[in-house]
Nanobody, 114 residues
């Protein structure tokens, strides 16, 4: 059974940083292409960062240069380091496959506010 559990969200001021984690079970983690998604109120869920099994990364233009996706295959954990956070980054953040065919987790709320 596939389970994705996101954590690390919180309230941060503009310009601040947060680090998200996603613990995965039930998938062949080391070869899976994975991604971080976010959904802001009233908006569709969007892919913001992805990483292949080999470590190749890709980012949405809106987060390029500010967010860093990484993975630890031994820990079966996906990470998202978010720096220089902006109001527009406020959303619920989820992890899933680069193509999102796994069941969605509960997500973790990130709120950027002064």
């Amino acid at each position: 059974q596939v389970q994705l559990v996101e954590s690390g969200g919180g309230l941060v001021q503009p310009g601040g940083s947060l680090s998200l984690s996603c613990a995965a079970s039930g998938i062949i983690f080391s070869v899976a292409a994975l991604g971080w998604y976010r959904q802001a109120p009233g908006k569709q869920r969007e892919l913001v960062a992805s990483i292949t099994g080999g470590g190749t990364t890709d980012y949405a233009d809106s987060v390029k240069g500010r967010f860093t996706i990484s993975r630890d295959n031994a820990k079966r954990t996906l990470y998202l380091q978010m720096d220089s956070l902006q109001f527009e980054d406020t959303a619920v953040y989820y992890c899933n496959g680069r193509t999102p065919y796994y069941p969605w987790g509960q997500g973790t709320q990130v709120t950027v506010s002064s």
